[in-house]
C-alpha cells in the first residue's frame, strides 16, 4: 500500500498489532480490577497495566514516525484526524453527562431510602474552598499554560513552549496528588449510598482523565524537544490541548455541581 500513497492524499494503514494488543490490555484491566475488588489480587491487574503501557509506547512511536519522518499525516489525513478528535471528545462529553445525570436525578428528588435529604443523613461532604477550590485553580491554571505552550509553538518559540508544557504537566500531576490526598481523607466510601457511589465515579473517571492528559502532554513534550513539531504540523499537541480544555470544563462543573451545589 505504501508503494500507491503518492498518488493519493490519503493514509492507506498498514497492518499493525496495536489494536489487538490494546483490546487485550483493557480486557486484562477490567478483569483484573474485577480480581482486585473480590480477591484482593492484584496480578492480573498489573500485568494488564503494562501490557497497556508498552501498547502506548509502541503505537505513540508508530505515530510518530508516520507523521514525522514518513510524512504520512497530509492535510487530508490531518483533517480526518482532527474530525475524529473532535468526534472522540462529544463521546466524552456524553459519557460524563451520564454520571450528572445520576447525580441530579438522586440529589433533585432524593427518595425515602437515603432519609428524603441530599446529601444523605451520616455523610460529610467536602467543604468546597478548601482542596476542591485549589484544585480548581490549579487545573485553570494548566489551562492557560497550556495555551501559552500551543502560542508558543505556532510562534515559533521552542524554549518558551517546552518550558510552558512542562508546567502544565506538573500543574497536572500536581492536581492528581491532591485529589489521591482528598480520597484518602475521604469521611465517605463509594459504598455510602448513591451519593458516594455518584461521587467518586464522577470524580474518579474525572481524574483519570487527569492522568491520560498528562501522559498525552508528556509525549507531546518529548516530541517537543526532539523538534517534532513545527509552526505549521502540529496536531499531536493540538489533540492533546483541546482534550486538557475538556478535562478542564468538565472539573469547573464537578466544582460547581457537586462539590459546591451537591455539597
Same mark, same amino acid.
Given at each position: !500500500?505504501?508503494?500507491?500513497?503518492?498518488?493519493?492524499?490519503?493514509?492507506?494503514?498498514?497492518?499493525?498489532? $496495536?489494536? @489487538?494488543?490494546?483490546?487485550?490490555?483493557?480486557? !486484562?484491566?477490567?478483569?483484573?480490577?474485577?480480581? $482486585?475488588?473480590?480477591?484482593?489480587?492484584?496480578?492480573?491487574?498489573?500485568?494488564?497495566?503494562?501490557?497497556?503501557?508498552?501498547? !502506548?509506547?509502541? $503505537?505513540?512511536?508508530?505515530?510518530?514516525?508516520?507523521?514525522? =519522518?514518513?510524512? @504520512?499525516?497530509?492535510?487530508?489525513?490531518?483533517?480526518?484526524?482532527?474530525?475524529? !478528535?473532535? @468526534?472522540?471528545?462529544?463521546?466524552?462529553?456524553?459519557?460524563?453527562?451520564?454520571?450528572?445525570?445520576?447525580?441530579?436525578?438522586?440529589?433533585?428528588?432524593?427518595?425515602?431510602?437515603?432519609?428524603?435529604?441530599?446529601?444523605?443523613?451520616?455523610?460529610?461532604?467536602?467543604?468546597?474552598?478548601?482542596?476542591?477550590?485549589?484544585?480548581?485553580?490549579?487545573?485553570?491554571?494548566?489551562?492557560?499554560?497550556?495555551?501559552?505552550?500551543?502560542?508558543?509553538?505556532?510562534?515559533?518559540?521552542?524554549?518558551?513552549?517546552?518550558?510552558?508544557?512542562? @508546567?502544565?504537566?506538573?500543574?497536572?500531576?500536581?492536581?492528581?496528588?491532591?485529589?489521591?490526598?482528598?480520597y484518602f481523607e475521604a469521611s465517605f466510601t463509594i459504598a455510602d449510598s448513591v451519593y458516594g457511589s455518584t461521587f467518586f465515579v464522577a470524580t474518579g473517571f474525572h481524574g483519570l482523565h487527569v492522568i491520560i492528559g498528562t501522559a498525552f502532554l508528556a509525549v507531546c513534550l518529548y516530541r517537543l524537544y526532539m523538534c517534532h513539531f513545527s509552526s505549521s504540523h502540529h496536531f499531536g499537541f493540538e489533540a492533546a490541548a483541546w482534550y486538557?480544555?475538556?478535562?478542564?470544563?468538565?472539573?469547573?462543573?464537578? =466544582?460547581?455541581?457537586?462539590?459546591?451545589?451537591?455539597?
Amino acid at each position: !500500500m505504501s508503494l500507491t500513497h503518492g498518488f493519493h492524499p490519503y493514509h492507506l494503514v498498514n497492518e499493525s498489532p $496495536w489494536p @489487538l494488543t490494546g483490546s487485550i490490555s483493557a480486557m !486484562m484491566l477490567t478483569t483484573g480490577l474485577v480480581k $482486585w475488588f473480590h480477591e484482593a489480587s492484584m496480578s492480573l491487574l498489573i500485568m494488564g497495566l503494562i501490557s497497556t503501557v508498552l501498547t !502506548m509506547i509502541q $503505537w505513540w512511536r508508530d505515530v510518530t514516525r508516520e507523521a514525522t =519522518y514518513q510524512g @504520512l499525516h497530509t492535510s487530508v489525513v490531518s483533517k480526518g484526524l482532527r474530525w475524529g !478528535m473532535i @468526534l472522540f471528545i462529544v463521546s466524552e462529553v456524553l459519557f460524563f453527562f451520564s454520571f450528572f445525570w445520576a447525580f441530579f436525578h438522586s440529589s433533585l428528588s432524593p427518595t425515602v431510602e437515603i432519609g428524603t435529604s441530599w446529601p444523605p443523613a451520616g455523610i460529610q461532604p467536602f467543604n468546597p474552598f478548601q482542596i476542591p477550590l485549589l484544585n480548581t485553580t490549579i487545573l485553570i491554571s494548566s489551562g492557560a499554560t497550556v495555551t501559552w505552550a500551543h502560542h508558543s509553538i505556532t510562534e515559533s518559540k521552542h524554549s518558551e513552549a517546552i518550558q510552558s508544557l512542562f @508546567l502544565t504537566i506538573l500543574l497536572g500531576l500536581y492536581f492528581t496528588a491532591l485529589q489521591a490526598l482528598e480520597y484518602f481523607e475521604a469521611s465517605f466510601t463509594i459504598a455510602d449510598s448513591v451519593y458516594g457511589s455518584t461521587f467518586f465515579v464522577a470524580t474518579g473517571f474525572h481524574g483519570l482523565h487527569v492522568i491520560i492528559g498528562t501522559a498525552f502532554l508528556a509525549v507531546c513534550l518529548y516530541r517537543l524537544y526532539m523538534c517534532h513539531f513545527s509552526s505549521s504540523h502540529h496536531f499531536g499537541f493540538e489533540a492533546a490541548a483541546w482534550y486538557w480544555h475538556f478535562v478542564d470544563v468538565v472539573w469547573l462543573f464537578l =466544582y460547581i455541581c457537586v462539590y459546591w451545589w451537591g455539597g
